[in-house]
């Protein structure tokens, strides 16, 4: 890292996204996340006569559902740093050191962070270190080694 490095991450002051900001953020682009597997989905009701089609333990909307998910969070955070839902509420995703993102940090964030939270039911409560935590960070967020501020 040079000097000049260095120096910038000093200098910038951020302030970090608490627990409420981030849970609005989260709901809407669920909302959205929902949207794209409605459009998707459609048409697999007039397949089967509307029964869902069962791939071994899951459903195809199931798989669908989740891919979705993950791409969505994925690829939004590597080439905008945001959602839509922290687009609309001002928040960005950063790295610790305030480098780019890069793709091990998201994965490390976006799918296993998010998978942990998903695997048992109370570990969706572990969303709560954000309210918590000194920097605000969640437990996704301390894998991936990142921080959710507030747009300057």
Do not use: C
């Amino acid at each position: 890292m040079s000097e000049n490095e260095v120096e910038y991450t000093e200098s910038v002051d951020y302030r970090f996204a608490g627990f409420w900001m981030r849970f609005w953020a989260y709901l809407a682009d669920l909302l959205i996340v929902f949207s794209i597997n409605g459009i998707l989905l459609s048409p697999s009701k007039f397949i089967n006569d509307g029964a869902g089609i069962d791939i071994g333990f899951w459903t195809m909307a199931g798989i669908v559902g989740v891919i979705v998910l993950y791409l969505y969070f994925l690829l939004m955070t590597k080439y905008f740093g945001q959602t839509l839902g922290k687009m609309i509420f001002g928040l960005r995703v950063i790295r610790e050191d305030a480098h780019s993102l890069e793709w091990k940090d998201l994965i490390f964030r976006e799918v296993v962070g998010r998978f942990i939270h998903r695997v048992f039911f109370f570990t969706g409560l572990l969303y709560l270190f954000v309210a918590f935590s000194g920097e605000k960070q969640g437990l996704h967020d301390m894998i991936g080694n990142t921080r959710v501020v507030f747009d300057k």
